[in-house]
């Protein structure tokens, strides 16, 4: 199975979606549209943005409809066939994992930065800087 991701070069504490573009224009392909919907102030140590993202090119569908997208809550994990998993980030990047073969319920992933453990229902995705973000059933619950 050939997985193609495309990382966005974005560090998951910043949380902000940054693809590769010249003005709306996607070096990728397609354009975009983004929209500031504000910041979020979690507390006095933690603080993300809200981007509204309109991407021509994007199949999904998004919790504000077709082509648009919140890329910090729409964050996910989901399996890619046996053995893979894919991590969507809050900052929108993609992060592939693949199963540890000597022990089924933990993943790497791809570049060797991130952990995942998995159980039925949880996936806990860690770093070695100490982040932490816990996933039920596919959507996050909470960042630590």
């Keep these: 199975m050939l997985v193609s991701l495309h990382t966005i070069h974005a560090s998951p504490a910043t949380w902000t979606f940054a693809p590769s573009k010249v003005g709306r224009a996607l070096h990728d392909g397609g354009w975009m549209v983004e929209y500031s919907l504000g910041q979020v102030n979690a507390s006095p140590e933690f603080s993300f943005p809200l981007q509204l993202i309109y991407r021509n090119n994007r199949e999904q569908q998004g ?36 199963e540890d073969p000597k022990r089924a319920s933990d993943y790497k992933s791809f570049d060797g930065n991130w952990r995942a453990r998995v159980t039925a229902t949880r996936v806990d995705i860690v770093n070695a800087e100490g982040w932490k973000y816990e996933y039920s059933r596919g959507r996050m619950d909470s960042v630590l």
């Design 63 to 98: 919790l504000f409809g077709r082509q648009w997208w919140c890329p910090q809550l729409e964050s996910a994990v989901l399996p890619r066939g046996r053995g893979i998993i894919i991590w969507t980030m809050p900052s929108g990047g993609m992060v592939g994992f693949k």
